[in-house]
């Protein structure tokens, strides 16, 4: 005989509890975002330099393609993880490679309905804007490792170089602006050996410097 227990037990099936996904947890954008800012600063670099060549377009699949819909995924990622301080980095990267991509198109292909003669000014009001953003994105940067303020302020010096270039028509200037590049895609290459070391579950090498502003 069954017990009341058994006698008493709901015979029809119980529906399945939902199980909670979690989106994105874990994972560190720096691994992904710093590796392709420095390919992007490479190629800008070089182009300034005008080494192997001084076509800035020879940069776009580099710029776009390379770093700048990456650095949006990596926008994306970090935002998702409540990283808020790499979500404005990254979005702010991602929209000067896109966008520099834009106008140097946008001029070859006149686009924007820009002449030739207007040409040279639309590429100061270009940098001259974004030298502004870059120079306010170092004042929250001062909180972060030495090596992202350095780096912000020389993206800050490499862009100015850029407006003074376009205005005074001074090739000199630009290799000045290519140099700088070359030197903060080095320090994005030498913060990613850290972040990717740790990623790893390795040490924490090279150092990345103490915070200017604890």
Not at 11 to 35: R, W, Y
Not at 154 to 182: C, D, E, H, M, Q
Request: charged share 5%; aromatic share 12%; glycine share 10%.
């Amino acid at each position: 005989m069954a017990s009341t227990h058994e006698s008493t037990r709901d015979p029809s099936p119980q529906p399945p509890v939902p199980v909670g996904v979690v989106v994105g947890f874990g994972g560190d954008p720096l691994t992904v975002g710093l590796i392709f800012f420095g390919i992007a600063s490479v190629a800008l670099g070089m182009a300034l330099i005008g080494m192997p060549t001084a076509a800035q377009g020879a940069v776009i699949p580099i710029i776009v393609l390379g770093s700048g819909l990456y650095q949006l995924l990596v926008t994306i990622w970090a935002a998702i993880l409540g990283q808020s301080i790499v979500a404005v980095i990254f979005s702010t990267f991602s929209a000067f490679w896109l966008s520099f991509s834009a106008l140097l198109l946008g001029l070859d292909h006149n686009w924007f309905g820009i002449g030739t003669a207007d040409a040279t000014g639309a590429q100061e009001l270009f940098f001259i804007a974004w030298a502004c953003l870059f120079l306010f994105l170092v004042v929250p940067c001062l909180k972060l490792p030495l090596v992202y303020p350095l780096a912000v302020a020389l993206v800050f010096v490499a862009v100015s170089l850029a407006a003074i270039g376009a205005f005074t028509g001074s090739a000199n200037v630009f290799t000045a602006a290519g140099a700088v590049a070359l030197t903060f895609a080095l320090l994005a290459f030498y913060a990613w050996v850290n972040v990717a070391l740790v990623a790893m579950g390795g040490k924490a090498i090279p150092p990345l410097g103490k915070p200017p502003i604890p």
